[in-house]
């Protein structure tokens, strides 16, 4: 620490040019890539009740992620999503999460997700069949239905659909009650008009842990057996409690459904901007599938959806920022850090990093199709990295090739011209929507 220097800070010019940005932009992260810009990769935003450190680029990545993560903790008593979350495998750090992420990743990993995969086609089909031909369709509202019936059918083995509605504002309810909002410079605020949502949402899980309970006892009178959903894998560990398996399921259910809609969202959105990029990857999917519905063996060789997807997470990555509290007086890249003190490790920012990523604004695929860039390690980090990577990667990454490719299977999209923009919600979504035509291709 002796040698380190302190944050840099933005001056009065950047400020202004800040507030301009905001103005126009209608995001916060406009202000951010203006600090990046005017003060460097690092720094420190300096503002009442708030002064986290906002660190941007791989060397910073990796520290966090890697070379120091004993020195960074995720878990912040008087945040929200811990006071939501609990004990949930996100919000938790040393052997406590490594004991939960051990007990989840058995049903987590890829040979268990791709036997989802007719599933997951199957809860695709029945949203699909609700559009009508030529009508405009909210893509974000639409892939949150999909997102949370596959969740729900898949991970839990829920059918979902009779509760769907009846579920869906104390869901939407509980993710505003995470997102960024007055409670990070003021922690102890009053939040009024969410106990009943976050109440509804623990009476339906708990319901669920206890009739799944009950299932196995009634079916089950012989032992253990492998199970191929999470609720049914986590209910037959002995040291599970209903608590703990509450945690757990909602961990997934809010971050989990959440990103999905967001990353669903975005590449439908970067698709109807890009109309040769549709055609080409429309194409793909013709040739690939062959009429025939998405298989976990023909998923794996469209690799221009694969592409498409992995620029998707590249500019609007659902998970924007990494959060963590430094748990010890530390030296980052030369940059003093003092314990307690919050810190933004920007995915969004490293993501657009003119140093490593040639045109970063642009969406430009063929970075990730075979032979095309290979930026250095740590600087694309969509499910983050090192021993706290997202879980649910392999998941996410099947679901979003099954779903895309049957709605380009099924229909042409059309922009409708309605302005989009960035807003930092739980995740990063596309505000107010992603607003698309949608006609029928003939079967």
């Known amino acids: 620490m002796s040698s380190a220097k302190p944050l840099p800070v933005a001056g009065p010019e950047t400020g202004l040019k800040v507030l301009r940005g905001l103005a126009r932009e209608r995001s916060l992260l406009a202000a951010l890539e203006i600090m990046r810009d005017e003060v460097g990769p690092a720094f420190q935003i300096t503002l009442p009740g708030f002064q986290p450190a906002v660190l941007v680029g791989p060397e910073h990545n990796r520290g966090i992620m890697v070379s120091q993560r004993d020195s960074f903790r995720w878990r912040s008593p008087s945040d929200p999503v811990t006071k939501l979350l609990r004990h949930g495998v996100l919000v938790e750090d040393g052997e406590m999460h490594d004991r939960l992420r051990g007990a989840m990743e058995p049903v987590l990993q890829k040979p268990q ?61 509980s993710i505003k009650y995470i997102s960024p909002g007055l409670w990070i410079v003021w922690p102890n605020m009053p939040r009024p008009g969410y106990e009943r949502a976050l109440a509804q949402m623990d009476d339906y899980l708990y319901d669920l842990v206890r009739d799944r309970r009950q299932s196995l006892a009634r079916r089950d009178a012989t032992g253990v057996q492998p199970a191929a959903d999470l609720l049914t894998h986590l209910v037959q560990i002995p040291e599970m409690s209903d608590d703990l398996i509450r945690d757990q399921i909602l961990t997934m259910l809010i971050a989990g459904h959440d990103t999905s809609t967001a990353l669903l969202a975005w590449t439908l959105y970067l698709l109807g901007q890009h109309h040769d990029v549709m055609e080409r990857t429309r194409r793909e999917v013709d040739n690939v599938l062959g009429g025939g519905p998405p298989t976990a063996e023909a998923v794996n060789n469209l690799y221009s959806l694969d592409a498409v997807i992995k620029e998707s997470l590249r500019l609007y990555p659902p998970i924007h920022v990494g959060n963590r509290l430094v748990a010890e007086d530390t030296a980052l890249s030369g940059y003093e850090l003092r314990a307690g003190t919050r810190v933004m490790a920007s995915i969004y920012l490293s993501h657009r990093d003119e140093r490593y990523w040639e045109e970063p604004q642009a969406f430009r695929p063929e970075r990730f199709e075979r032979g095309g860039e290979r930026p250095p390690a740590f600087t694309y980090v969509p499910f983050g990295g090192g021993p706290r990577a997202c879980i649910g990667a392999a998941f996410a990454q099947v679901e979003a090739k099954v779903v895309l490719a049957r709605i380009l299977q099924r229909f042409t999209l059309e922009d409708v011209g309605r302005p989009v923009w960035p807003y930092m919600g739980a995740t990063l979504e596309p505000h107010p929507g992603v607003f698309l035509r949608v006609k029928r291709r003939p079967a």
């Open 113 to 173: 997700v791709i036997r989802h995969v007719p599933a997951m086609l199957a809860y695709t089909d029945r949203v699909l069949d609700r559009w009508a031909d030529g009508s405009v369709q909210n893509m974000l509202v639409e892939m949150r239905r999909v997102a949370l019936l596959i969740f729900m059918g898949t991970l839990l083995d829920v059918e979902f659909g009779p509760d769907l509605e009846r579920m869906w504002e104390p869901i939407l309810r």
